[in-house]
């Protein structure tokens, strides 16, 4: 009866210990996931400031040629829903 409960109480801190290493794994690869979305989402943020950036110079550039005519305000208005 006593090998029987300390064959149980074995099993049973080994469930806790499997328990506990994969809370730690879980919580890690949770830290990994936080981290990598943030990464993305300053890169994305830095692809969108390229992109404005980019659009603004476009639109810059288009307003001070002489030749073309000037651009109206549908105008820029279809080409900045191409930047959205």
């Known amino acids: 009866m006593q090998a029987r409960?300390?064959?149980?109480d074995e099993?049973?801190?080994?469930?806790?210990?499997?328990?506990?290493?994969?809370?730690?794994?879980?919580?890690?690869?949770?830290?990994?996931?936080?981290d990598e979305m943030q990464k993305l989402q300053q890169q994305l943020q830095q692809?969108?400031?390229?992109?404005?950036k980019n659009y603004r110079m476009t639109v810059k550039e288009s307003l001070n040629k002489p030749d073309n005519p000037v651009i109206t305000s549908e105008q820029v208005?279809?080409?900045?829903?191409f930047f959205v």
């Open 47 to 52: 692809k969108n400031e390229a992109t404005f």
């Open 11 to 34: 099993a049973l801190t080994r469930y806790q210990d499997l328990l506990e290493k994969m809370r730690s794994e879980m919580t890690e690869m949770q830290r990994r996931h936080s």
């Open 77 to 81: 208005t279809y080409i900045a829903l």
């Open 5 to 8: 409960i300390a064959q149980k």
